[in-house]
């Protein structure tokens, strides 16, 4: 986590859930949002780690979604 205290960017984090195979557990995203008030999570129930599965229209929404905010200057650095 002390790398992700040196980005300047807006940060998505974008899981799944354990039980279906995702790789981040909800600890795991706190720990990323204490290290960095920039992290947004997107959290995606029907999905394991492929998080555009079953559901490719919700993931690229988010992702669209963040790419706007940022552009916007909405998301703090």
């Given at each position: ?69 940022v552009e916007a200057?909405?998301?703090?650095p």
């Amino acid at each position: 986590m002390n790398r992700l205290r040196q980005v300047g960017a807006p940060v998505l984090v974008m899981r799944g859930e354990p039980e279906r195979g995702g790789l981040l557990s909800a600890e795991g995203t706190a720990a990323m949002r204490a290290a960095q008030a920039g992290v947004r999570e997107v959290r995606f129930p029907e999905s394991g780690h492929a998080v555009w599965e079953p559901d490719p229209r919700a993931y690229l929404d988010a992702l669209a979604g963040f790419v706007a905010e940022v552009e916007a200057g909405l998301s703090p650095p």
